[in-house]
């Protein structure tokens, strides 16, 4: 799956939401998040996001790794 990582905090640009073909980018309080369970890895959120927020979860950087799991946590606790 692709992660929304700390970039995207407080700037939910939502570019993402409208090239995601099965809306799996969901908004949360202060940043977009991406359900690891419906995305189906086509990659076409990453260009669209202005704040280059979004990785694919195997290269994610290393500072931002505690977000793979955010993501996870915070989608499916909603
Ligand atoms: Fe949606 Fe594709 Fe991005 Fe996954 S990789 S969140 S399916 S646009």
Redesign the pocket.
């Given at each position: 799956?692709?992660v929304v990582t700390e970039a995207c905090i407080d700037v939910q640009d939502r570019s993402?939401m409208e090239?995601?073909?099965?809306d799996?980018?969901y908004p949360g309080d202060r940043m977009m998040y991406?359900h690891p369970d419906?995305?189906?890895?086509?990659?076409?959120?990453?260009p669209a996001c202005p704040s280059d927020a979004?990785h694919w979860e195997y290269k994610v950087p290393a500072e931002q790794a505690a977000f793979v799991e955010a993501n996870a946590v915070t989608v499916r606790s909603n």
């Open positions: 799956a692709y993402c090239e995601c073909p099965v799996c980018i991406i419906e995305c189906v890895d086509c990659g076409k959120c990453m979004i």
